[in-house]
C-alpha cells in the first residue's frame, strides 16, 4: 500500500490547489461543496484541505456518517434489546456510544448488557454459533458500503442453520437524501463529491437520474488527499462551465456499473423501503428491509420489545448540521455540553461525524 | 509445584504460596538472597538529595502480543516514566494480581521476560506482592509496578520546559505498540512486520542529558494517547505553540495501512519505547544524530517545533500543505493496550 505517499505528493497537491484557485478567480459569490460520505469529512479535517481551498469554495458535509443519519429511536430500541437477558448486540464500534433518550449501548454494558464489538458481521455469526442459549442482534446499519456485508451475514447463518442470529436493520441508501438536499433552496448545494466506497458499490452511473433532474454537477471522489482535490477541481470546473455530469475521479476503483456481485446480494436479501433520516426526517424508497423470505433473521419481527417515547436533546443541532446548514461550531452545545467523551448528538460520536472531526481537528 | 495453573490457594498466604514465591517468582525476578526477604526492601548508599518516585498498572488485553507481553511492558513503562524526569531508574517494586486458572507456563514467561527487560535496563526488583482472584474477577494477570530514580545531575526536566524555537524530536515511529496489541487481540491478519515497540529509554536519556545537559527542555514518553496528546500535554504545561510537519512524522507503512483501514490515526495510538524531546534549536541536529547512534533511535527524526505565539495550540502541516488542529484523545480509540 503506497497510497500515504503516492496520493499525498506535496508537489502535486501544490499543482492542484493553484489550478483550483486559477478556476474559481473570476467566480462571484459562494460555490458550495457538499460531501455525502464520513470518510470524506475525515479527509478534509484530517489533511486540512479546507486552509488550501479559495475563499469562493465552502466545503459542506451532508448526511454522509451512518452512525449520525441512525434515528434516535433505533438507538432506544437497540437499548430495549441490549436490556432482554437472552440478547447478545453485536455492532460496529462506533454505535454504542451514540446517545438514546435516556442510555446508550456502552451504559447498557457497563450495567452487565452483553454488548460486543465486531469488525465483521461474519464475526456475529459466529458469535451467535458460539452461543447456542443466547440471541445474537447485529446492528446493521450504514449506506450500501457494509449492507452487502450484512447480507451475506444473513445468507451464511442461513446456510448454516444458525437460527439465534438476527439482524435489527436501519439501512440506508444513496443518492435519495442528495435530491432531498439540492431541493432545498437555502442549502445551494453547487455540486457534489459523491461518496467513494458507496459509489464502489452502487456504481457511478448511480447519480445520472440526479444529475439529469437538477442539474447539479457529480463527481465520484476518493479519499485521498490528492483525490479530493482533483474532485473539488473537477467540481468546480463543472460550476464555472454551466455544465452537470458525472464524473468519476476514483476510477481506480469505482466502475460505472459498481459492484454487480455485491449488488446481487443486496438485493437478494434486502428491499427497498421509506427510511426516516436523523436531522432530515423521512425520505421515500432511501432504506433496506429485510426481504419476506428471510423474517426469520429480522430483529424486528422477531423481538417485540417496550421502547420509550423518543425524546431529542434540547438544543442539539445534529439535523441542521447534517444537512450542511450550519456548521459544528455554530451549535451552542459544541464543545460546551457536547464533547466525544460526553455526547449529546451523534455527530460528535462517530470519528466520520462532522462535529467530532471539527472537535479533533479544527483550526 | 504438580499443578500447571494458578489455583487460588497460591494466593492463600500459606504453602502453595510460598511455593509460588520461592520456587518460581523470586528466583526469576530478583537477586535479593532468601535471608535477606523481608517486608521491605531497603536501599542503600542512595547519594541523591531528589528521588523520582512512579507506579503504573498494567492490564494488557490479550497479555501476549507481537513482540513482547504485559511482563516486559510493565518493567519498560516504569522505567520509561522515570527517565523521563531525568531520574536514572534505580529499582523497582512487581504487585501481581493472578487470575484463579492462569496457566503456570504463561506466567512464568510472562516472570521471564520483566527479569530480561530489567537486566537490559540495569534495574533491579526489590519487592513484590501476588495476590490471586477468583476466576472472572481478574483477566488472567493484571500486573503494577513502582520505581524509585536517582538524579545524578542538577536537571529539571518536565512537560513545562518548552521554549519558542525548540525543536521537537522523536526517536522513530510511532503507533507500533497500539497497532500491535490491537493485531494480536482482533486476530487481524497484518503485515507481519507490526510488533511493539516496548523498550526501556533510560540509556538513551542518560546519554542525552550527560552529553547536552541544559539543551534538553522536556523529555515525554508518548504512550497512550499517542504523540498528538502528549504534544497537547506540552504545549498547555508550557504555555507555547507547536506546529508539526506531518511529513516528517515516521511512521511504518504496515503501520500506517492498518490504520487507515480502521480508521485510525497513528498520531493518536501508544507507543511503549518512544521518546519525544524539545531540545534548544542550535543543538538539535546533535542531538538527533547522538538519538540515531542507538538501536532504540535508528529512525530519529525533527518534526516541528515550539513557535514564538503561546496560546497552548498544536497544529500540523499536512503532506499536503494544508493546515490543521491536534487536539488530544478524547475516549478510548483503543481498549486496553498497556
Redesign the interface.
Known sequence: ????SEY???QL??AM?TAIAAEVADYAGTMVLMEVCG?HT?SI????????LPEQIRLVSGPGCPVCVTPIRYVDRAVAYARQPESIIATFGDMI?VPGSSSSLLREKAMGAAVQIV?SPLDAVKLAENNPGKQVIFLGIGFETTAPTIAGSILEAARCGVDNYAVFCSHKTMPAPMAVLTADPYLQVAGYLCPAHVSAVIGAEAYRPLVEEYQVPCVVTGFE??DM?RGIQLLAQQVVDGRAEVENEYQRIVKPEGNLRALEILRQVFEPCDADWRGIGPIAGSGLRIREEFAAFDAERRFHVAVEEPREQKGCLCGEILKGKVTPKDCPLFRRGC???NPVGACMVS??GTCAAE????? | MSNDIILLGHGSGGKLSHQLLDELIIPTLSRVAQRDQNDSAVLEGIESNRLAFTTDSYVVDPIFFSGGNIGDLAINGTINDLAMSGACPLAISVGLILEEGLLLDDLRRILESMRQAAEAAGVVIVTGDTKVVPRGKGDKVFINTSGIGVFDHGLRIGGSGARPGDKVLINGTIGDHGMAVLASREGLELESDIATDSVALNGMVSDLLNQFGEAIHVLRDPTRGGVATTLKEIALQSGVDICLQEKELPVKEAVAGACAILGLDPMFVANEGKLLVFVDPHRADDVLAAMRRRPEGERAALIGEVEATSTGRVMMRTAIGGLRAIEMLTGEQLPRIC
Open positions: 500500500m503506497k497510497y500515504s499525498r505528493d506535496p497537491a501544490a490547489v470518510t475525515m479535517y484530517q489533511h486540512g484541505i479546507r486552509s488550501l456510544r469488525y488527499p490528492l482535490l464533547t466525544p467523551e470519528s466520520e472537535y479533533k481537528y479544527g483550526c
